[in-house]
């Protein structure tokens, strides 16, 4: 596992379970809501998207649904764009955010 430097002495991680809870820890990004990073927000259109799920695939955050079609949950989508460059079928545009 990673390594951590702490008072100039080296922390081994031995598994998962002995890193911190810390906002880039494994299973915490449930807790922790990324929306207030957002500058662009992805909206999928409909008429457009083929359902081939890729932008679930490659969201980062749990903030793409697999519903039918697939929904964007703003609580945790940050506004990377990453969807938008992997659509393969144009679904996703961008919009700026608070206008
Ligand atoms: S990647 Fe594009 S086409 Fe595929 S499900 Fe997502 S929005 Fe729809
Ligand atoms: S912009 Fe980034 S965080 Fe938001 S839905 Fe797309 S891939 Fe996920």
Redesign the pocket.
């Known amino acids: 596992m990673g390594k951590k430097q702490k008072n100039d002495q080296p922390v081994e991680f031995k598994s998962i379970k002995d890193m911190p809870d810390t906002p880039t820890s494994v299973g915490s990004m449930l807790v922790n809501k990324t929306s207030t990073w957002r500058s662009i927000r992805?909206v999928i259109i409909d008429e457009k998207c083929k359902r081939c799920m890729i932008?679930w695939k490659?969201?980062?955050?749990p903030?793409?649904h697999p519903t039918d079609p697939p929904s964007?949950d703003y609580n945790y989508?940050?506004?990377?764009?990453?969807?938008?460059e992997e659509c393969p079928f144009d679904a996703i545009i961008i919009e700026q955010e608070g206008k």
Request: hydrophobic fraction near 25%.
């Open positions: 992805p932008c490659y969201c980062p955050e903030a793409i964007v989508c940050k506004g990377c764009g990453i969807c938008y």
